[in-house]
């Protein structure tokens, strides 16, 4: 698993007059969308920004280079079985919103045998991660939690990309991977 991906919404109090039609949503707000992928502890992978607020996730991904290092050969190299079925790259936890493709695997709708409701409830804590990342970027960084006040979009990336920096950093520093502790199952590094 690379991580689990999807998108968050920072409103955008003073977006331009001539730019509120892209950038609004149905309810009226106006707000630039971040799509990320984030891991277990909740550094991120993967940071896309600057999409207008009125399209949805699979418009993003649409726009999105998360597939660029894949699809130019250069992803990481990655061989693993489910199901005696032989598996070459990797994967996101994602919702149901996201299309049906190998990389994205999504939780069971409906689960039924016991195998299905265990599966579920692990694919949806771990789903858990990147919405969790949006939150901690939001407890951490008082400017990300609020609305948007700068008029030009490139300070606002600025701004969101610096404060997904900052947070990896401070993932890196306290986080111990030696405890080897993930979503209470114990682990080992190699």
Known sequence: MIGSIDCMHWQWKNCPTAWQGDYGNRKG???????????????????????????????VLGQSPVFNDVLSGQGPNITYRVNN????????????????????????????????????TYQEGYRKDVERCFGILQAR?????????????EILRSIMMTCII?????????????????????????
């Not at 969308?33 to 550094?43: K, N, R, Y």
């Not at 960084?141 to 979009?153: K, N, P, T």
């Not at 986080?175 to 993930?182: I, K, R, T």
């Open 29 to 59: 707000q106006k707000s630039i969308i971040l799509e990320a992928v984030a891991g277990f502890d909740t550094w991120v992978w993967h940071a896309f920004f600057g999409v207008p607020g009125a399209q949805n996730d699979l418009n």
């Open 85 to 120: 079925t032989v598996y070459q790259t990797g994967y996101y936890i994602a919702d149901c919103i996201y299309p049906r493709w190998t990389t994205f695997v999504k939780s069971i709708p409906n689960p039924r045998s016991q195998k299905q409701k265990l599966f579920a």
């Open 141 to 153: 960084w008082l400017i990300v939690r609020g609305a948007a006040r700068m008029f030009d979009e």
């Open 166 to 190: 900052l947070h990896n950093m401070i993932v890196e520093d306290e986080y111990d991977y030696d405890a080897g502790e993930v979503h209470g199952a114990k682990w080992r590094t190699v």
